[in-house]
């Protein structure tokens, strides 16, 4: 195992940002940056043990600062949607930013994606199985309207077996909504279509949404819907379904009720990889790209809409306006921490 870091360019106001490089005796490897607490590169090895990049990004801080796809990004402090951009909470009514048809996206203007954290590399101690790079920033009381000082800690490790690894840690002084996410949009062939991917998702129910992709409350079984990936099937196979919550997302942006701390299994056919999703949260966000404008990303490659798909471990989102909704609000002096495990292996 390996932690290196160098420069990855500045941001427009002069300010340096910072990649590291996690590497293990494989030869699979992760490379981080501090603007977004970001996954910048993800290489695993396919089954003729050559490396394939599984996820999609850019080669500059510039190109990060001035996109608007979250690439890989750590989303808070809320992921996913606030119906009608605002919350109550302890009596106070907060009214946060619309930017996304009326409701609040990812955090508000500047989520955590714009945000330069703090990154610090943590070798490998006894009994841990690899590298680490961890990243804090401190999220002030009223970023973004939200109340309370923050203190988040993301911690990402890349094991020996090429699983990467990502931690949550957050605090707060006051009472505050808390969802944290990864944003990673992965194609295990690393370009083109991912529509031929096939995918797992343990879940017998997933999140009903409206017409903005933002969840009812009413939970919807996936029995003898397009939303059914309880048996392995292709991601595309239902996607042009004539059903309304695939018109509603324009394709899969739903948040899934996960049965069990494995959430999902995703195979390309084309390298022979396989991704295995584990956590402790109780929804995953399977959103299949449909907004992906085409751009250029690691070393010039072209990618566009449905190129790849983002497993988005999370709270359900609008849960502060849904009854019965895991609540996602921290409380003063309560400590939140949470794991999220995406496993590479060959099949």
């Keep these: 195992m390996s932690i290196t870091s160098f420069s990855f360019g500045q941001l427009k106001d002069g300010t340096d940002v910072t990649a590291y490089r996690i590497e293990n005796s ?11 607490a970001t996954i910048q590169s993800l290489k695993v ?3 003729t043990g050559k490396l394939t990049d599984v996820v999609l990004g850019y080669d500059t801080a510039a190109e990060y600062e001035d996109g608007d796809g979250f690439l890989g990004a750590t989303i808070g402090r809320v992921g996913n949607r606030i119906g009608g951009a605002q919350f109550s909470l302890n009596g106070k009514t907060y009214r946060l930013a619309d930017n996304d048809n009326g409701n609040c996206l990812h955090g508000g203007v500047r989520g955590f994606d714009k945000c330069l954290w703090k990154g610090e590399a943590v070798p490998a101690k006894a009994g841990v199985l690899g590298d680490s790079v961890v990243f804090t920033r401190l999220s002030p009381d009223g970023e973004e309207n939200f109340p309370g000082n923050l203190t988040v800690r993301v911690t990402f490790t890349l094991t020996t077996d ?3 690894r990502i931690r949550y840690d957050a ?3 006051k009472d505050t909504l808390v969802c944290l996410t990864n944003h990673a949009y992965f194609n295990l062939e690393g370009k083109g279509s991912v529509l031929d991917h096939l995918l797992t998702v343990h879940a017998d129910r997933f999140c009903e949404n409206d017409p903005h992709c933002l969840p009812t409350g009413k939970l919807l079984p996936v029995e003898g819907t397009p939303f059914d990936f309880r048996t392995e099937k292709a991601i595309g196979r239902d996607i042009k379904a004539d059903d309304v919550q695939l018109r509603n997302g324009g394709g899969y942006d739903h948040c899934y009720v996960l049965s069990g701390l ?3 299994v995703l195979t390309a056919p084309g390298t022979g990889i396989r991704m295995q ?3 402790d949260l109780p929804g995953m966000q399977l959103y299949s790209g449909n907004f992906l404008t085409t751009r250029k990303g690691h070393g010039g490659q072209v990618f566009g809409y449905r190129d790849a798909v983002a497993l988005e471990t999370q709270l359900f989102p609008n849960g502060m306006n849904c009854y019965g909704f895991p609540s996602p609000v921290l409380r003063a002096g309560r400590h939140l921490e949470s794991e999220t495990i ?3 292996d060959c099949v």
């Design 342 to 344: 995406y496993a590479f």
């Design 171 to 173: 605090d707060t002084d």
């Design 162 to 164: 090429n699983a990467l």
């Design 277 to 279: 999703v584990f956590t």
């Design 262 to 264: 494995k959430a999902a």
């Design 26 to 36: 494989i030869g699979a490897s992760v490379t981080l940056i501090d603007y977004g």
């Design 45 to 47: 090895p396919d089954c």
